[in-house]
């Protein structure tokens, strides 16, 4: 039908879209996203705003209204929300009409990043493939490793309590039941604690096809959880006795997030393969990267009958992500953003310490690697008063015996702050602000905190059930 017409649908305009009201956009929510979770977002107040810009440290909102951001989408804004050296290196960019898509030529972006990634990477870890996810990252990871290992001994040894991703193999070493649901993945895995050099080293001895061990170097959706001293340099000692390639996953943990570039740095050892997303992107660009040591993917990939099998996806390594990925790390340095996230975390830490020791009844643990830090609250499961039990729980199973959601929920309300959840540990509030953060936004941010909790359990639970019924 050579002449046929085509009819544009009824399409919202860029301009129609930036001007949706916060009731249009939980309508086409509902209708086109994630119906069910709304749910969560009510129960936060969260669906009461809409973000009309971002600058630094802050969300401005359609009242006008600023939010301190100590959420960072997890760990992913390390330059800050539109930091302005990302801004002009992206308006440049288009002005100049650079190329995006890197297939059919190399790209001068991509491998300008790629040869980055080696300068920062420690010992022989040079080789970078580039993608646009933490999960992309990790399934590339996962596949190198297989490779290289063969597969008689392809088995991965994850850890409890691990996040790695929603993709298939990503989830397949993902601890949780939950996100696996009764999805098919990988059957050659075996799970291991955490943080435990007998329980890795009687792992590896009794089967020996266990050739690839996968480990977050701190579990973020765990709750901040790090492993205690000397562990990572059991790990690689077993991981070099055992002939297994050791993936740290520093997707969340990485970029200087704890106060070195990569966390695997403080034990002063190197994995065989690292993986990087969120920060990497400066906030502003979808950007993953898995980067290997040299022997592991030459003897994977390394010839041209075994480079393409991995050869990058369409958007791997596209120019002005690429771009901006190489912008936000000179910016790292630059403004010495790794020194700043080593000297306010500790003092986060260390201001935090003294409101858990003022609450210890409500405060259980405070523990963090530079700005990568959980405030663990006690669980109220079976303390709360009855009367405010059942309030809690006619209102959310989840929230029963946390003071988390209680918690984020008033700081968004009543102090204009934003709290990030933790995806396993329903008592721990995640705070991984932008590495940008100054000392005077720690004492807001804390101070705010202690105003909260000075008003003790039972008046935050019912400021908060009041706040959820008014949102219902
Ligand atoms: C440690 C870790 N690995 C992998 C991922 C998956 O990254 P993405 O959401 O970009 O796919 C995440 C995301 O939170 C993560 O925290």
Same mark, same amino acid.
């Given at each position: 039908?050579?002449?046929?017409?085509?009819?544009? %649908?009824?399409?919202?305009?860029?301009?129609? *879209?930036?001007?949706?009201?916060?009731l249009?956009?939980?309508?086409?929510? =509902?209708?086109?996203?994630n %119906?069910?979770q709304?749910?969560?977002?009510?129960?936060?107040g969260?669906?009461?705003?809409?973000?009309? $810009?971002?600058?630094?440290m802050?969300?401005?909102?359609q009242?006008?209204?600023k939010?301190l951001?100590?959420?960072?989408?997890?760990? &992913?804004?390390a330059?800050?929300?539109?930091?302005?050296?990302?801004?002009?290196m992206?308006?440049?960019?288009?002005d100049?009409?650079?190329?995006?898509?890197?297939i059919?030529?190399? !790209?001068?972006?991509a491998?300008a990043?790629s040869?980055?990634?080696?300068?920062?990477?420690?010992?022989?870890?040079?080789?970078?493939?580039?993608?646009?996810?933490?999960?992309?990252?990790?399934?590339? @990871?996962?596949k190198?490793?297989?490779?290289?290992?063969?597969?008689?001994?392809?088995?991965?040894?994850?850890?409890?309590h691990?996040?790695?991703?929603?993709?298939?193999?990503?989830?397949?070493?993902t601890? &949780?039941?939950?996100?696996?649901? $009764?999805?098919?993945l990988?059957?050659?895995?075996?799970?291991?604690?955490?943080?435990? !050099?007998?329980?890795?080293e009687?792992?590896?001895?009794?089967?020996? &096809?266990?050739?690839?061990?996968?480990?977050?170097?701190?579990?973020?959706?765990?709750?901040?959880?790090? *492993?205690? /001293?000397?562990?990572?340099?059991?790990?690689?000692?077993?991981?070099?006795?055992?002939?297994?390639?050791?993936?740290?996953?520093?997707?969340?943990?990485?970029?200087?997030?704890t106060? +070195?570039?990569?966390?695997?740095?403080?034990?002063?050892?190197a994995?065989d393969?690292?993986?990087? #997303?969120?920060?990497?992107?400066?906030?502003?660009? *979808?950007?993953? #990267?898995?980067?290997?040591?040299? !022997?592991?993917?030459? @003897?994977?990939?390394?010839?041209?009958?075994?480079? +393409?099998?991995?050869?990058? #996806?369409?958007?791997?390594?596209?120019?002005e992500?690429?771009?901006?990925?190489?912008?936000? +790390?000179?910016?790292?340095?630059?403004?010495? +953003?790794i020194e700043n996230?080593?000297?306010?975390?500790?003092?986060?830490?260390?201001?935090?310490?003294?409101?858990?020791?003022?609450?210890?009844?409500?405060?259980?643990?405070?523990?963090?690697?530079?700005?990568?830090?959980?405030?663990?609250? =006690?669980?109220? $499961?079976?303390?709360?008063?009855f009367?405010?039990?059942t309030?809690? &729980?006619?209102?959310?199973?989840?929230?029963?015996? !946390?003071?988390?959601?209680?918690?984020?929920?008033?700081?968004?309300?009543?102090?204009?702050?934003?709290?990030?959840?933790?995806?396993?540990?329903?008592?721990?509030?995640?705070?991984?602000?932008?590495?940008?953060v100054?000392?005077e936004?720690?004492?807001?941010?804390?101070? @705010?905190?202690?105003d909260?909790?000075s008003?003790?359990? /039972?008046?935050?639970?019912?400021?908060?059930?009041k706040?959820?019924?008014?949102n219902?």
């Open positions: 039908m050579p002449n046929q017409t085509i009819n544009k %649908p009824e399409l919202l305009s860029v301009e129609q *879209a930036k001007n949706l009201d916060v249009a956009v939980t309508d086409l929510f =509902c209708e086109h996203m %119906p069910g709304l749910h969560f977002l009510k129960l936060l969260f669906n009461k705003v809409k973000v009309e $810009s971002a600058e630094g802050y969300y401005t909102d009242n006008g209204r939010i951001d100590f959420f960072g989408g997890f760990g &992913s804004v330059c800050g929300h539109n930091h302005p050296r990302l801004l002009a992206r308006k440049r960019f288009q100049e009409k650079r190329h995006e898509i890197a059919a030529f190399m !790209s001068q972006y491998a990043l040869k980055n990634l080696a300068a920062i990477a420690p010992e022989d870890l040079d080789m970078v493939f580039l993608g646009t996810s933490g999960s992309e990252a990790v399934e590339a @990871a996962l190198l490793a297989e490779r290289f290992q063969g597969p008689e001994r392809a088995k991965i040894a994850y850890a409890e691990s996040f790695h991703g929603k993709t298939r193999g990503a989830l397949s070493v601890d &949780s039941e939950f996100y696996q649901s $009764s999805f098919r990988l059957n050659n895995r075996v799970r291991i604690p955490f943080g435990d !050099s007998t329980a890795l009687e792992a590896l001895r009794n089967d020996s &096809s266990i050739g690839v061990l996968i480990l977050e170097t701190v579990q973020g959706g765990a709750g901040i959880v790090g *492993a205690p /001293t000397g562990y990572w340099q059991d790990v690689r000692r077993l991981c070099d006795q055992y002939n297994v390639v050791w993936i740290a996953d520093e997707v969340q943990c990485g970029v200087g997030r106060g +070195l570039f990569f966390a695997f740095e403080h034990a002063g050892v994995p393969i690292v993986t990087l #997303a969120k920060s990497l992107g400066g906030g502003k660009a *979808a950007m993953g #990267a898995m980067i290997a040591r040299r !022997s592991v993917y030459m @003897a994977a990939y390394g010839a041209p009958q075994t480079a +393409l099998i991995h050869g990058p #996806a369409t958007f791997g390594g596209m120019g992500a690429s771009c901006t990925s190489i912008e936000t +790390l000179n910016i790292l340095y630059d403004e010495n +953003l996230s080593a000297r306010q975390g500790a003092y986060l830490l260390e201001r935090l310490q003294k409101v858990q020791a003022k609450y210890p009844n409500i405060i259980k643990e405070v523990r963090g690697y530079g700005l990568m830090i959980g405030l663990e609250f =006690c669980d109220f $499961s079976n303390t709360l008063p009367g405010l039990r309030v809690v &729980s006619v209102l959310d199973n989840k929230l029963k015996g !946390s003071l988390c959601g209680f918690v984020g929920c008033l700081l968004l309300k009543e102090y204009d702050i934003l709290v990030a959840f933790t995806e396993y540990n329903r008592n721990v509030i995640r705070l991984e602000p932008p590495l940008v100054t000392r936004q720690v004492d807001t941010f804390v101070d @705010a905190l202690d909260l909790l008003r003790g359990v /039972t008046r935050i639970v019912t400021a908060f059930a706040e959820v019924v008014g219902k």
